[in-house]
Each structure stands twice: as structure tokens, then as C-alpha cells.
């Protein structure tokens, strides 16, 4: 990570499960480097599986061009969660914490709307 950003590089996006260790991570959001963490990053292999399984259990086949429209619309979406989710913690720059709370807020709403609390 430290090579990375001596070698002057604007942005990270994690494309895996936590490749980044927490000191790399605090080191790249220390550094004003833009961080893009797994949780939201590497939601796209996940997006497209549902996808695939709506297609299965409607018996219906979507061409490439809209599976990837879908899954664009949806990672716009997580984008936009997590940009407004970082810039209502006053962090707009912090993804990371973003990301978080993003998901923790869809996770409540989605429990609340089954009444689970």
C-alpha cells in the first residue's frame, strides 16, 4: 500500500474479500487516497448472481446488454448509498465508513419491513 501511494495513486478498489489488511486501509484513507472497499466494490459478482437467479425463476433470458444495465443501475445505486451514507457522517471522503453504514441501514430496513424489529 505504501509503494502504491509513493508511486502517486489517486484510488484503491478492493476486488476481493479484505485483500487490505486495517493498517493498509487507515494508511490509503490517511493519505486522501480514494478507497473503494469489498463490501461495496465486490458487490457486482452478487448483483449478477441474483440477477441470474431472477432470469432462472421467471424462465427468462435477459441479453448481455441488459443484464448489464441492471447491474450498472445497481451499483450506481450502492455508490450513491454509500457516498450519501459517508457524507452524512461529515466524511464524505471516508468510503470505507460509508460502505458500513450503508449496508447496516439496508440490512435495519430490511428487517423492519419483515417486522423482525
Known amino acids: 500500500v505504501k509503494a502504491l501511494v509513493s508511486n502517486g495513486v489517486i484510488a484503491v478498489c478492493e476486488g476481493a474479500n479484505k ?3 486495517p493498517e493498509g486501509i487507515k ?13 461495496a466494490a465486490n458487490a457486482g459478482g452478487v448483483a ?3 440477477l441470474e437467479m431472477t432470469q432462472n425463476s421467471l424462465h427468462h433470458y ?3 446488454e441488459e443484464v448489464d444495465n441492471r447491474l450498472k ?10 457516498l450519501n ?9 471516508n468510503l ?6 450503508a ?4 440490512i435495519c430496513d430490511a428487517m423492519l419491513s419483515q417486522g423482525i424489529i
Do not use: D
Open 27 to 39: 494508511y490509503l484513507l490517511n493519505n486522501k487516497i480514494v478507497y473503494g472497499p469489498c463490501i
Open 62 to 64: 435477459w441479453t448481455f
Open 85 to 93: 451514507s459517508a457524507k452524512e457522517l461529515n466524511k464524505p471522503h
Open 48 to 50: 449478477t448472481s441474483g
Open 19 to 21: 485483500p487490505i489488511i
Open 96 to 101: 470505507y465508513e460509508g460502505a458500513y453504514v
Open 73 to 82: 443501475t445497481i451499483m450506481k445505486t450502492i455508490f450513491g448509498n454509500v
Open 103 to 106: 449496508a447496516f441501514k439496508k
